[in-house]
């Protein structure tokens, strides 16, 4: 397109040139340019039309090609439920009992663990909290003991500054 963008221009200086005082001669100029600009808006027209039905093309393969992905991740995953149903059915026939057993034992189990460390957890609770408690009645002893010494200390300064 640009080599007839670029032909088509130096056909309208040559043509301009060439353009005589006659009015007939001016009237064939007029048409050949006419002509020459219907034609390039014709193939830019085209070139358009051509590019939209490719993305046209495009997005229906594209959508096509989605559908297909969907289809077959669906059609996978159904297949796969039915497999495990089907499994699942069977290991309930065989093996109802034994599986009633384990899940008794493992509940079983889970509750004692969790009585242990419940009962863990509440007597690092208490132990915390009598160490806290320690803690606080030893500053609180500390700042009543400074404040006792102090008090003593001004009673003596005051006494000797009387004297």
Known sequence: TSLTIASWATSIVKIRLLRANDTKKKWVVERVLQRMKLQSIQQAMQHWIDQSQESRRNRI?????????????????????????????????????????????????????????????????????????????????????????????????KSQSSR
């Not at 132990?127 to 001004?154: D, M, P, V, Y």
């Open 61 to 157: 393969l594209m959508h096509k090609i989605l559908c297909r992905m969907t289809h077959a991740q669906t059609s996978s995953a159904f297949e796969m439920w039915v497999e495990n149903a089907c499994e699942l059915r069977s290991m309930m026939g065989k093996g109802a009992k034994a599986v009633h057993k384990w899940a008794n034992q493992s509940l079983t189990r889970s509750l004692f663990t969790w009585q242990s460390v419940t009962a863990a957890n509440l007597q690092k609770a208490r132990l915390l909290q009598r160490i806290a408690a320690r803690l606080s009645k030893h500053t609180q002893c500390a700042a009543l003991q400074q404040w006792c010494e102090r008090t003593l200390e001004s009673k003596t300064l």
